[in-house]
């Protein structure tokens, strides 16, 4: 879960239940990775006030899986 949605400066990510570790990876509209992390905790915040306005997907892997949730940048 991503939020807010549309994003300003920041972006929070909150972790699945359950999740002990995750990679953040934030891809701009062709695909590039223009963030990525390592996380624990039941959430991670991004500064997203680098990012130019668009749209961007944020990529979310732990030992259980990937999840793949769009945002936008304002």
Do not use: H, M, W
Request: hydrophobic share 35%; with cysteine.
């Amino acid at each position: 879960l991503l939020y807010p949605n549309p994003a300003k400066d920041r972006l929070t990510i909150a972790l699945p239940s359950g999740t002990s570790a995750a990679e953040v990876r934030i891809l701009d509209a062709v695909g590039r990775t223009v963030y990525q992390q390592q996380v624990s905790g039941t959430s991670a915040e991004v500064d997203t006030k680098a990012l130019p306005a668009g749209s961007y997907r944020c990529v979310l892997e732990t030992a259980e899986g990937r999840r793949v949730q769009g945002f936008v940048k304002e």
